[in-house]
């Protein structure tokens, strides 16, 4: 999460506990209802990452609450500071307003940012379907699409160190690393998140295909290996102090002991 339009954001870390955000049952909803569907909101939304740190949402404590109403739920978002760069905002806002209609149960999605120096354009436009460029034709070049994909790629160096570093740790060598196969690759949560990611972008994810890439997906020298390792580490090292900058930050805006740790 950025905090102006090319500024940092927060990274990857083990994520202190977090207060589950509030469900609402709103008008014409039994509380039960409400429950329900609200749950199935914000298990999305855990699907939904901040674009620069590859963190859930829910986990980062970016989401306030969900408001569910007969015929619309309405999804509360808070962020670090006020001026949180528009564009990584918005992205994440539509991201978490498509994640919400998925399971909604035909109703509408509203996505409100709270306390934010341009909170109202992101809300009714996210809310309205628009793109960012209709909705910010003074700032936006172009659509989020690439944007998006830049840093899925940049989360993906992360995902691939992660992994390649469990088999350094067993004795292979970037050599033997450049050779390795994804089933090649240790068993566990890490290589899952990896293989999801791949997936996102649409690279090969097939046992026999290649388990460390370059940044247009193939294959790599063991030299290439080691530079992509080294990137790896470093912006695994950024990510994580970001994301304990974003975290103390949200925590002190808002009072939350919890982010804080």
Known sequence: MAASQGGAGCGEGEPPAVAAPAIVAGEGVERGEAERVGAGVLVALGGVRDPELDEPLPDLGFVEGVEVHAERVVVRLRLPTFFCAANFT?????????????VA??????????????????????SDGRAFSETFDRLAEEDLDEL???????????????????LSRRGWSHGALATARVRDAPAGGGTERLLALRAELGYDTGPDSPLVLGPDGRAMSAEGVSLALDLGRLTAVSMSANTTLCRGLLGVRYGLEEVRA
């Open 105 to 126: 149960e035909g109703r509408s999605v509203a996505v409100t940012l709270d306390d934010h120096f341009v909170g109202e354009e992101v809300s009714e436009g996210v």
């Open 148 to 166: 998006r994909r830049h840093f899925r790629r940049k989360a993906h160096t992360v995902r691939q160190w992660t992994v390649a570093s469990e």
């Open 90 to 102: 918005y992205l994440m806002a539509a991201d978490a307003r498509d994640a919400a209609h998925a």
